[in-house]
């Protein structure tokens, strides 16, 4: 299976911070990588796929990238409802993988 | 409004089975490959199964391969779990899941429910 190692698992950030998550890859997933949003009692939430895009309705302080098998969520000006757990998840090779979560939390 | 509505969740014994179920509404699923997603208390998630358009292609995580099998009726717009030989380890939220066509990401989820394995 293919392994998605998060980094990094926590960070504390305020509000109008930039904040980058890191995934890498076990293995070539090409382009095939979603980054979701996980509020505590909520369904996760579809922010980007195909490594850069942007679902319907998500701000556009949400981004994504890739430089090989890593592959990066940025968010550029962090708000107050953007506090959450993001997880990224290859959709390359069955069984989807998803990476551990990165807690964003407030400073 | 496009929504999947979890069901069948609840305390099951060891070794005991439960069938959990996922109705959509507001779009055909018949047009998806479907999915299983769970979340285990204090961690992370864990994509659990697929299925595509008409069911002849599944595909499970090591962990549940033999013991879990997903299913779908498309005339009822309604996909299942059926989990069997279940363990304190299966104890999770589980999630249904629709995929976006193009891009694979998971575009529309329920809301989840509970599974708890305990005697």
């Known amino acids: 299976d293919i392994q998605m190692t998060q980094s990094p698992s926590s960070v504390s950030a305020s509000v109008g911070d930039r904040v980058t998550i890191t995934c890498r890859a076990s293995?070539?997933?090409?382009?095939?990588l979603a980054w979701y949003q996980h509020k505590p009692g909520k369904a996760p939430n579809l922010l980007i796929s195909a490594t850069n895009t942007l679902q319907t309705g998500v701000p556009s302080r949400f981004s994504g990238s890739r430089s090989g098998t890593d592959f990066t969520l940025t968010i550029s000006g962090l708000q107050p409802e953007d506090f959450a757990t993001y997880y990224c998840q290859q959709a390359k090779v069955s069984p989807d993988t998803f990476g551990q979560g990165t807690k964003v939390e407030s400073k | 409004e496009v929504q999947l509505v979890e069901s069948g969740g609840g305390l099951v014994q060891p070794g005991g089975s439960l069938r959990l179920s996922c109705e959509a509404s507001?779009?055909?699923?018949?047009?998806?490959?479907m999915s299983w997603v769970r979340q285990t208390p204090g961690k992370g998630l864990e994509w659990v199964a697929n299925?595509?358009?008409?069911?002849?292609?599944?595909d499970y995580v090591g962990a549940v391969k033999g013991r879990f099998t997903v299913s779908r009726d498309n005339a009822k717009n309604t996909l299942y779990l059926q989990l069997n030989s279940l363990g304190a380890e299966d104890s999770a939220l589980y999630y249904c899941?629709?995929?976006?066509?193009?891009?694979?990401?998971?575009?529309?989820w329920g809301q989840g429910t509970l599974v708890t394995v305990s005697s």
């Open positions: 299925i595509n358009e008409d069911a002849s292609s599944k």
């Open positions: 293995q070539d997933i090409r382009g095939w």
């Open positions: 899941a629709r995929t976006a066509g193009s891009t694979r990401g998971l575009d529309c």
């Open positions: 507001g779009f055909n699923i018949g047009s998806h490959w």
